[in-house]
């Protein structure tokens, strides 16, 4: 029941009626003042020359989540490329977006690897790029832009690597062309003089040169020159009768380019210059049976002489090598069975002999002989089990030990210390299989160059480790 005088109680309403619909105006005012802020502002970036694109506000700007104004933000274009990190080449077909921005279709690389995406908002965003068979190596796979207003920014390279370049010694590519390929050299990781041109040579079967460019169908022993990618660039040491070649097993070269071929079959070690002619020098004559040859850092020349079992230290006058104080430095003993000669950074001396005492089928010795490390056992094919050894390299990056393990038509990988690491290979014609493989080199990256003899081929493998980790 009501009370009171009826004329006060309409005047107290009618107050409070006017003040309600007061406070429902200032709300308002509020609300429209806001959206014509953000109109404004809009406008203004829109005069700076930029596309616009439509961006919600946040719900929380209004109370009740009620339905939300669209405005315009001023964009801008982005411009990049994707590449291989390992090769430099750009890969197509990569998916580029920008992270939590989704405007259209995303965007995929070109032929060349790069890449355009347009109507981009005026701010930092992020690039997440993907492709099937591709990891990333920087920024978790992303990449930050500063966008700015009707501009264009090109972003920084973005790399990827294949997968398969980040396993240890994942196949690469086979380089044919090639007749019963046997030893490899590749040009010293130390010769900083020659940095960029490291140069891969290898013993193969080739026609006669009979004079000019005329080959006959007569097979003689020769040297080739190749590109660390197969290209053949020379040809060199094709005779007949004197100078030929009769059974070549080993090959090096010098720092200066001079290629030297043990020549079982001719009890010598033969010597070319950089350009393919024979050395003016002459040879290293009356080495019996000699398997292999090694150029250590210092110059000196050591030869695997397997028919007196041992290596022989000389100089670059073809006579016994002396050590720093002028003594004669003495043939190392290195057993019937001497063949695969490297050396390391030290000038240690790694060689195989594959009539060894079990244990001791891969030695390491300084150049006094003295047995640094030994490992290995003839016969099966467990780890440190050899079949048939032929050759091994040294990693000048890691001192990783690379063994040609023939006759399991693998390659083993030790550590400087001899602790089995890992083995790839395996018998037949696929890419990364082997049959009866017989040469090894590691280039100053640490990419591996095996001479898959019966196969008739040269196969390249990725670094043991990644040679991008540091990127």
Known sequence: ?????????????????????GGLEMVGQSVLRKVALLALGSVLLAGCGGRTATVALPDDRFSGGSSMPVQNVATGTVTGRVIDARTGLGISDVRVETQGLQAGQPIRTDGSGRFTITGVPAQRVRLVVDKPGYTFLQGGGDVLVDVLPGGTVAAADIRLTAQIDALPNAFIVAMGNLNRP?????????AEDNRGAQSLYVLSLDNYLLFGNITTPVQVWAIKKLNLGGGIENTFGRALWTNELMNPTGLAVDRGGNLFAADAGRDTVRSFTSVGASNPKGAFENLSKPTDVEVLRNGMVA???????????????????????????????????VKGLTSDANNDLYFIDDTAAAGGVVRKVNLQGQVLMQFGFRGGRGAGYFERPTDLAVDPRNG??????????????FNRDGAFLSEFGGMGAGSGQ???????????????????TNNNRIQKFAPSKSPFANF
């Open 303 to 337: 030869v695997a002489v397997g028919g007196e079992g041992k290596i022989q230290l000389l100089d670059a006058t073809r006579q016994p090598a002396r050590d720093a104080a002028g003594r004669t430095l003495a043939p190392i003993a290195a057993g019937g069975g």
């Open 434 to 452: 082997f049959n009866q493989p017989s040469g090894i080199a590691v280039d100053r990256d640490g990419f591996v160059y095996v001479a898959d």
């Open 400 to 413: 990783d030990l690379y063994v040609v393990d023939s006759g399991n038509n693998r390659v083993q990988r």
């Open 182 to 190: 046997r030893s490899l050299a590749i040009d010293p990781a130390y």
């Open 1 to 21: 029941m009501a009370s009171g005088n009826p004329d006060r109680q309409n005047r107290i309403n009618s107050s409070l009626i006017g003040e309600v619909e």
